[in-house]
């Protein structure tokens, strides 16, 4: 095995790419390997050819750096962004440069840091308040999945499996977790709630059976008095 040493005197940079206003954080491959995306501290995305002729900037809803981008699978147009102020993005038309976010917690204060897609239409965001939350593009709906005590940094699901993914974050530890165990507790902790509200319901009807027996029961000794 080659040394860092060997390694780095074997590489060569074959191309420098300019256009960015700021550091670059992200760069992606599409998936069939004749784009490379960029997002920066510009708050721009940058679509790059494999010579390294630059093809399209487009802007973003993102107030702050660009922290991740992502072809949406299937798509050189459709971009998914996070960033530093904890929005998670989508730009659909690279040509049109319509932008929009799909989340922006106002009232937390969060980094969403990296996004991998486990679907072609449903990606994973990382974020520093613990939560890894799921996005689904067909809805523009989310939902946590996971929430830890300590901040979220990174997140990439398995190629070959799309319900597990690998989560960093800011403690000494790698976490390998499963959507599917996931979904079962979400389905627990629904049935559960279903069943605890069925039992509420229950109890209002004895409690209104109750009330109807004791108002029989008042009927019964007015009649009474009146037999008096």
């Given at each position: 095995?080659?040394?860092?040493?060997?390694?780095?005197?074997?590489?060569?940079?074959?191309?420098?790419?300019?256009?960015?206003?700021?550091?670059?954080?992200?760069?992606?491959?599409?998936?069939?390997?004749?784009?490379?995306?960029?997002?920066?501290?510009?708050?721009?995305?940058?679509?790059?050819?494999?010579?390294?002729?630059?093809?399209?900037?487009?802007?973003?809803?993102?107030?702050?750096?660009?922290?991740?981008?992502?072809?949406?699978?299937?798509?050189s147009s459709k971009?998914?962004?996070?960033?530093?102020?904890?929005?998670?993005?989508?730009?659909?038309?690279?040509?049109?440069?319509?932008?929009?976010?799909?989340?922006?917690?106002?009232?937390?204060?969060?980094?969403?840091?990296?996004?991998?897609?486990?679907?072609?239409?449903?990606?994973?965001?990382?974020?520093?308040?613990?939560?890894?939350?799921?996005?689904?593009?067909?809805?523009?709906?989310?939902?946590s999945v996971l929430?830890?005590?300590?901040?979220?940094?990174?997140?990439?699901?398995k190629p070959d499996?799309?319900?597990?993914?690998?989560?960093?974050?800011?403690?000494?530890?790698?976490?390998?977790?499963?959507?599917?165990?996931?979904?079962?507790?979400?389905?627990?902790?629904?049935?559960?709630?279903?069943?605890?509200?069925?039992?509420?319901?229950?109890?209002?009807?004895?409690?209104?059976?109750?009330?109807?027996?004791?108002?029989?029961?008042?009927?019964?000794?007015?009649?009474?008095?009146?037999?008096?």
């Amino acid at each position: 095995m080659l040394s860092a040493s060997a390694l780095a005197s074997k590489l060569e940079v074959v191309a420098v790419l300019e256009g960015h206003a700021g550091c670059v954080n992200s760069v992606r491959w599409h998936e069939e390997g004749q784009l490379l995306l960029s997002g920066s501290d510009d708050r721009r995305v940058g679509i790059w050819d494999v010579s390294g002729r630059h093809l399209a900037f487009a802007r973003t809803t993102h107030s702050h750096n660009i922290f991740d981008a992502h072809f949406v699978p299937a798509s050189s147009s459709k971009i998914a962004t996070c960033g530093a102020d904890g929005r998670v993005g989508l730009v659909e038309d690279l040509e049109r440069g319509t932008p929009k976010t799909l989340f922006f917690a106002r009232d937390v204060e969060t980094i969403a840091s990296k996004l991998s897609f486990f679907s072609p239409t449903d990606f994973l965001v990382a974020f520093s308040d613990g939560a890894v939350r799921a996005f689904d593009l067909r809805t523009n709906k989310h939902r946590s999945v996971l929430h830890l005590s300590t901040g979220c940094a990174a997140v990439d699901v398995k190629p070959d499996d799309s319900k597990t993914f690998a989560l960093g974050a800011d403690d000494k530890f790698l976490r390998i977790c499963d959507l599917r165990m996931q979904a079962v507790k979400q389905h627990a902790a629904a049935a559960a709630k279903s069943h605890s509200q069925n039992e509420d319901f229950d109890d209002e009807d004895d409690d209104d059976d109750d009330d109807d027996n004791d108002e029989e029961e008042d009927d019964d000794e007015d009649l009474d008095d009146d037999d008096d």
